[in-house]
């Protein structure tokens, strides 16, 4: 075995009340790719903070060796100029500069004074062909999609001589092609000796490509698993992360059918900017009372175009089709026109379009359902406190009051609040679109929970996600999208990944 | 609704009955973490008091600064609420010089009664209003620019129809509006005995609804301050307001226009708090897209909401013209700096979504304390716009560095 790269040695990072490292123990050989596993909260994100000089030498306890010497990081610039990069979540690129500028934004290829633009274009095109880009380096980075944004992000780090590079959930809102082509690229640059830390929720990824995975929870290392020699697998992984065997992934439900609920017909939606673009082609579909309905499709097959679209004309131009409940026509024009008609909606991006943020839990519970708790205009505060200090119990929201503000919450509570908000309009049809992601193995479940008491109580439910496992678990049938079509469904019992897939890349092939 | 099957933390039970010292003491650190902006506004009260010799807080100085910086105080008003929704209004400045001169037109060169051109003034602020909230929520150019335009426009109005002259003076009881005070009904001693009885009606209205709030709270089973503290607070309060209305009666009495501010401060208050406009408006600043997903009619909202800064606008022309008893082509100008200033010291937030009306209020009596002291010491006129210039900086700074502060420390 080589030496190890990066070895922290007892880490301990406190912050006020909270501690959120206890003597973390990390060990990193060279050049494997290392993926790091955790639950939400765990503090795989201190760790890297840490590691990258965020929180600098000094605010925390231990000690880093990197290359065989002691650092002390006092700032990001500290740990980039060892050849630490990190590349997070939330993409740190400009949309309105090209390629080439962000590559070298910070890091400018000067002649003098002057940026010299012919270099800068040329060392960008060299860099954008070892990530197998087939770009331009002067088109501006906010016409490429995120897979592609993903690869310039690793394009700069590699401008800057990367040795170890940090890719904080990198394929999270990745397709799957994209994410495939990541993979592949960091098994590449592997090749060249560059070392790669890679958190991530998931498994199957982590499964496929890592050398080595380091298990946090609650803030400890809980164990470093050798994928190949130890033979591990997803279950194993699991059982590291949540501390115990989670036997069923998605709790057991025993479905209760009633009559139909929502029918849509023939519902046609073209694109708000270039109407000419169908996105959603004739599709029809049925939900019944109590039963759980998922739709799968491959990004950009059109799946969360249908919803918003017939969640009161939310996304879309020329939008034809129709809409029945219980079996009567209904219009649905606006938002307000589908809440009174027993119509929720839950965003696949909660943080930008489902909560507000800088308001406290009770505000966003409320603000969906205000006409329940007014009264000539006026809100009841105290009923709205105790409606959402209901759903902090039943929903196991963990905070220790509704006042907590809700963008200090864990990713899992976010969505509890999501959902609280819209079981609060007492809705008949709950469309719920990604609702488990960015959500750990735990949440999750609680998740689950949650969606099937809906199904329970007689609400009709769709569910759309890229997770086909999830799909397959929660849901009694599946409709699979292709390019804006619905190509088919199963029962849940008789679907299968493979078959989903066929079905979900059907149109695609025939075009 | 059955629990979820995962183990439940049990964080909510409340702090059990603490003693009224680490009451007190709670309420004081959530206090200065909350509002060092209030902090701020007595520090600054206390300074000028100290520097003037005490000439700042005498009956007619006091009674002075309530007349001078009232129509600032409106406009900051509608001004919070345009914030809060994550826009702007540049024009205010203009709209208080042209809702001012069509009352004048009225009042002065058509020998209309005062009530005529209030009349008037109003519904030239509403149409005012109508204009810039059709431009930005139903054509959906920013606010910024729609009323930068305004700003422009109304200017020129102005200009237009008063032909570039100033139009004065008006007949006295147009003046009263904003010159005219409420005394002498009960008669007194060397000072003004209606002025301290409406202001302690108010207070025994302010505690009642005080010692409601708490009841309904109690019957909501949240936590409250305890029944000491919570009488402190209202003593508190108490002094301060029998204090103010003291150094009022003993100078010219009520002034109708507190009368008005008291008014629009308690409705607006309510406004933004308590009603499910006032959430929407939130919503809207805090996060546009799930606002709309949310059932919000975001357009009909952003539109009144510059209905309503158009009226407020116009309310501060009336009293902007009566107390300067004349309509001038250039009155109010920078008006809508001030009252922006006012939003920002009181801890609005430049991206929407936080605000009050309350936090408005202090922001512009802390600025109106300020350039009030100042004159009084005789600062000359450059010297007190780099005061100002640099009390809004401090201000946010501070403010933004107490919000650090709190975050970390939790």
Request: aromatic share 6%.
């Amino acid at each position: 075995m080589t030496s190890p790269i990066l070895e922290m040695r007892s880490i301990t990072k406190t912050f006020p009340g909270v501690k959120a490292l206890q003597d973390v123990t990390l060990s990193v050989q060279r050049g494997e790719i290392h993926a790091i596993c955790g639950e939400n909260g765990a503090g795989k994100s201190t760790l890297m903070k840490v590691l990258s000089g965020v929180h600098p030498h000094g605010t925390y306890d231990g000690t880093i060796l990197f290359d065989g010497e002691e650092v002390r990081f006092g700032s990001i610039n500290d740990s980039e100029a060892k050849g630490i990069v990190i590349i997070h979540q939330e993409l740190a690129l400009v949309p309105f500069l090209s390629v080439a500028e962000n590559i070298f934004l910070g890091n400018e290829q000067r002649h003098g004074a002057l940026i010299d633009w012919n270099r800068t274009n040329a060392e960008a095109a060299k860099l954008l062909a070892r990530v197998g880009l087939d770009e331009n380096p002067t088109t501006s980075v906010g016409q490429l999609g995120v897979g592609k944004q993903q690869l310039i992000e690793i394009a700069k780090a590699l401008s800057k001589e990367v040795k170890l590079l940090i890719l904080d959930e990198p394929t999270a809102a990745l397709n799957d092609d994209d994410s495939e082509h990541l993979l592949a690229l960091l098994r590449q640059l592997q090749g060249q000796g560059i070392t790669c830390i890679m958190i991530s929720h998931k498994l199957n990824e982590i499964a496929e490509i890592a050398d080595s995975t380091t298990i946090i929870r609650d803030g400890r290392t809980i164990e470093t698993l050798r994928m190949k020699a130890d033979a591990v697998t997803q279950d194993r992984i699991i059982r590291g992360m949540v501390g115990r065997d989670l036997e069923h992934r998605y709790p057991g439900r025993t479905p209760a059918i009633g009559e139909e609920i929502l029918r849509i017909e023939d519902w046609t939606v073209h694109h708000p900017t270039q109407p000419e673009r169908v996105v959603v082609d004739r599709a029809s579909l049925e939900v019944r009372a109590g039963e759980i309905v998922g739709i799968a499709g491959l990004m950009g097959a059109g799946r969360t175009e249908l919803a918003m679209s017939v969640f009161g004309r939310s996304y879309g131009s020329r939008i034809t089709g129709r809409i029945f409940l219980r079996g009567k026509e209904i219009q649905v024009r606006t938002v307000s026109e589908a809440i009174g008609h027993g119509l929720a909606y839950t965003t696949e991006d909660r943080k930008h379009y489902g909560l507000n943020l800088i308001q406290d839990i009770r505000t966003n519970i409320a603000s969906a359902s205000l006409h329940r708790l007014s009264a000539n205009g006026f809100v009841n505060g105290n009923e709205e406190i105790k409606v959402a200090e209901g759903y902090r119990r039943d929903m196991n929201i963990r905070t220790p009051n509704v006042m907590a503000q809700v963008g200090k919450l864990s990713g899992g509570n976010q969505q509890k609040v999501v959902l609280s908000k819209w079981i609060h309009t007492n809705p008949d049809v709950l469309i719920l679109d990604e609702p488990t992601r960015g959500i750990d193995v735990g949440a999750k479940y609680e998740i689950y929970t949650i969606i099937n008491r809906l199904a329970d109580a007689g609400k009709a439910v769709i569910v759309i996600s890229s997770e086909l496992p999830e799909l397959l678990g929660i849901c009694d049938r599946i409709y699979a999208l292709s390019a804006g079509r619905i190509t088919g469904q199963l029962p849940s019992e008789r679907a299968t990944q493979e078959s989903l897939m066929e079905l979900m890349t059907k149109e695609r092939e025939q075009v | 609704m059955a629990a979820v099957t995962t183990p439940q933390r049990n964080l909510s039970a409340p702090p059990a009955g603490p003693s009224a010292v680490a009451g007190l003491k709670d309420l004081v650190t959530r206090n200065v973490r909350q509002s060092g902006i209030y902090i701020a506004f007595v520090a600054i009260i206390a300074l000028f008091a100290v520097l003037t010799g005490g000439l700042s807080l005498s009956p007619g100085n006091v009674t002075n600064i309530v007349l001078q910086y009232s129509y600032i105080l409106i406009l900051a008003i509608g001004m919070v609420i345009v914030i809060i929704a994550g826009h702007i209004d540049l024009s205010v400045g203009s709209v208080v010089a042209l809702t001012g001169a069509v009352s004048a037109i009225l009042v002065i060169r058509g020998g209309q009664p005062w009530w005529v051109g209030a009349l008037a003034a109003i519904a030239v602020g509403l149409a005012v209003g109508a204009w810039q909230g059709f431009w930005v929520a139903y054509i959906g150019i920013p606010a910024f620019i729609v009323t930068l335009a305004g700003m422009l426009l109304f200017r020129g109005l102005t200009q237009l129809v008063l032909d570039n002259i100033s139009l004065s003076p008006f007949p006295s009881d147009y003046g009263r509006i904003a010159g005219g005070f409420l005394n002498g009904l009960f008669g007194g001693n060397g000072y003004d005995v209606f002025t301290v009885v409406i202001a302690a009606v108010a207070l025994l209205g302010y505690a009642w609804s005080q010692f409601r709030a708490r009841q309904a709270r109690i019957h909501y089973q949240q936590t409250v301050e305890t029944m000491p503290l919570f009488v402190l607070k209202i003593v508190v309060v108490a002094a301060v307001v029998m204090w103010f209305a003291w150094q009022l009666a003993h100078s010219r009495g009520l002034p109708i226009v507190l009368i008005i501010l008291a008014f629009l401060i308690i409705t607006y208050s309510v406004v933004t708090s308590r009603t499910v406009f006032g959430r929407h408006v939130y919503a809207i600043g805090g996060n546009l897209p799930a606002a709309q997903l949310s059932g919000v009619k975001v357009k009909r909202i952003n539109f009144w909401i510059f209905v309503n800064m158009g009226f407020l606008a116009a309310l501060a022309g009336i009293v902007f013209s009566s107390r300067s008893n004349a309509a001038q082509p250039g009155a109010g100008n920078m008006f809508e700096l001030d009252a922006i200033a006012a939003c920002f010291i009181g801890g609005a937030s430049v991206s929407g979504g936080i605000g009050r009306v309350g936090g408005a209020m202090v922001g512009g009596l802390i600025m109106a304390v300020m350039s009030n002291g100042m004159q009084l010491m005789g600062v000359n006129q450059n010297m007190q716009q780099v005061v100002k210039g640099l009390v809004l900086l401090l201000a946010v700074a501070f403010d933004i560095y107490n919000k650090r502060r709190a975050a970390s420390a939790r």
